[in-house]
Antibody, heavy 115, light 110 residues
Framework: QVQLVESGGGLVKPGGSLRLSCAAS????????MSWIRQAPGKGLEWISY????????YHADSVKGRFTISRDNAKNSLYLQMNSLTAGDTAVYYC????????WGQGTMVTVSS | QSALTQPPSVSGSPGQSVTISCTGT?????????VTWYQQPPGTAPKLIIY???NRPSGVPERFSGSKSGNTASLTISGLQAEDEADYYC??????????FGTGTTVNVL
């Protein structure tokens, strides 16, 4: 069935880096734009970034621009989020989602930024 | 980009109807029909329930409906059921080629 599975979350110190991955299955990954969305504990959803189907076009929210980079490998059916210069404000569950309607979501991976 | 404005909570008894508003600006909701709605029960990932203002994905009950007027989109749940108790979020495409979510609304079934 159509599925997205995130991985790579964990505990990281302020100023550190982390790379999240999202493995897609059950659909033709290369046909879809893909997105990252996060949710801080007890807070609402925040759109982070999206990437076009061929990977040539990307957009990031102002809150992460210059620190986070979205990328994809269509041969591996995988989406990535490279996160640098992390701060406590980046602590959240990070979801990958299909398309820009976000019609399919993964289960999320928790990122905690703390010393 | 500021979050779209939703009421913190709405309540209704089983069988009643509730409506959640989602207010943006002419740079997002008011200028594009790319408004979506998501349902998030506690401890789970969000689920798409409305796309392009008023369209329901396959499998979403007909009691969920969406509309838009000016800078405000709305989600109506008719015939409220206990299983509808969840957080609901709207989202819109923006003039900056980005996306923005609403502040979220908790639906309480009395």
């Amino acid at each position: 069935q159509v599925q997205l599975v995130e991985s790579g979350g964990g505990l990281v110190k302020p100023g550190g880096s982390l790379r999240l991955s999202c493995a897609a299955s059950g659909f033709t990954f290369s046909d879809y734009y893909m997105s990252w969305i996060r949710q801080a504990p007890g807070k609402g959803l925040e759109w982070i970034s999206y990437i076009s189907d061929n990977g040539r076009t990307t957009y990031h929210a102002d809150s992460v621009k210059g620190r986070f980079t979205i990328s994809r490998d269509n041969a591996k059916n995988s989406l990535y989020l490279q996160m640098n210069s992390l701060t406590a404000g980046d602590t959240a569950v990070y979801y990958c989602a299909r398309a820009v309607t976000f019609d399919i979501w993964g289960q999320g991976t928790m990122v905690t930024v703390s010393s | 980009q500021s979050a779209l404005t939703q009421p913190p909570s709405v309540s209704g008894s089983p069988g009643q109807s509730v409506t959640i508003s989602c207010t943006g600006t002419s740079s997002d909701v008011g200028n594009y029909n790319r408004v979506t709605w998501y349902q998030q029960p506690p401890g789970t990932a969000p689920k798409l329930i409305i796309y392009e203002v008023s369209n329901r994905p396959s499998g979403v009950p007909e009691r969920f409906s969406g509309s838009k007027s000016g800078n405000t989109a709305s989600l109506t749940i008719s015939g409220l059921q206990a299983e509808d108790e969840a957080d609901y979020y709207c989202s819109s495409y923006t003039r900056s080629n980005t996306y923005v979510f609403g502040t979220g609304t908790t639906v309480n079934v009395l």
